[in-house]
């Protein structure tokens, strides 16, 4: 069974940092690009950063370059996703899913987890 965990979110002020956490099971991460997604209120999800399996490519949406990094450790199944200079506008629920874009878009999601940034 498929199981994608995200875990890291929470309340922060603008100009400050997160680290998002995406724990996989059932899944092996050499087999899908795998990354992040968001979907601010009333809006619709959108991907936000994605990472190659075959060669550790990265995407960022135009809005995060600069500011997010998306990293994976192979040993840990694990997907991160390190925010920074965090932004009112970055406000949304966050979900790790596989594959994502541009290399596909999403057949596994985790839950999701709230990103609050205040002004």
């Known amino acids: 069974q498929v199981q994608l965990v995200e875990s890291g979110g929470g309340l922060v002020q603008s100009g400050g940092s997160l680290r998002l956490s995406c724990t996989t099971s059932?899944?092996?991460?050499?087999?899908?690009?795998i990354g992040w997604f968001r979907r601010a209120p009333g809006k619709e999800r959108e991907g936000v950063s994605c990472?190659?399996?075959?060669?550790?490519?990265?995407y960022y949406e135009d809005s995060v370059k600069g500011r997010f990094t998306i990293s994976v450790d192979h040993a840990e199944n694990t997907v991160y996703l390190e925010m920074n200079n965090l932004k009112p506008e970055d406000t949304a629920v966050y979900y790790c899913?596989?594959?994502?874009?541009?290399w596909g878009w999403g057949a596994y999601w985790g839950q999701g987890t709230q990103v609050t940034v205040s002004s």
């Open positions: 899913g596989a594959p994502c874009p541009p």
């Open positions: 059932g899944f092996t991460l050499d087999h899908y690009a």
């Open positions: 990472i190659s399996s075959t060669d550790d490519r990265t």
